[in-house]
Nanobody, 123 residues
Framework: QAQLVESGGGVVQAGGSLRLSCAAS????????GGWFRQAPGKGREFVAAVSWIGSHVYYADAVKGRFLLGRDDARKTLFLQMDRLKTDDTAVYYC????????????????WGQGTQVTVSS
């Protein structure tokens, strides 16, 4: 059974940093693309960053470009999201996802999802 477990969320002051991890099990990790999405209170879930299934190209939402960095460790079956210079607008539940998504921003193309981890950025 495929399982994704996020960790690393928490409370941080604006301008601070957090590093999220997503550990995968029961899935061929290096045969999938991976993405991070987030859902702020009262809003829909939105794309944050992803590495494509084909070519391992990395993409970022405009709102996080230059501040967030996505990485993956195939040996450890782990996806990372380094978040620097955090803003209060980054407060959300962050989800990782794996799948053979050609269009990396399309949530429905990801077949596996984690349970989410809360990130709260205080002013």
């Amino acid at each position: 059974q495929a399982q994704l477990v996020e960790s690393g969320g928490g409370v941080v002051q604006a301008g601070g940093s957090l590093r999220l991890s997503c550990a995968a099990s029961g899935i061929t990790f290096n045969d999938n693309g991976g993405g991070w999405f987030r859902q702020a209170p009262g809003k829909g879930r939105e794309f944050v960053a992803a590495v494509s299934w084909i070519g391992s190209h990395v993409y970022y939402a405009d709102a996080v470009k230059g501040r967030f960095l996505l990485g993956r460790d195939d040996a450890r079956k782990t996806l990372f999201l380094q978040m620097d210079r955090l803003k209060t607008d980054d407060t959300a539940v962050y989800y990782c996802a794996l799948g053979k998504a050609v269009a990396v921003r399309t949530q429905s193309l990801y077949s596996h999802w984690g349970q989410g981890t809360q990130v709260t950025v205080s002013s």
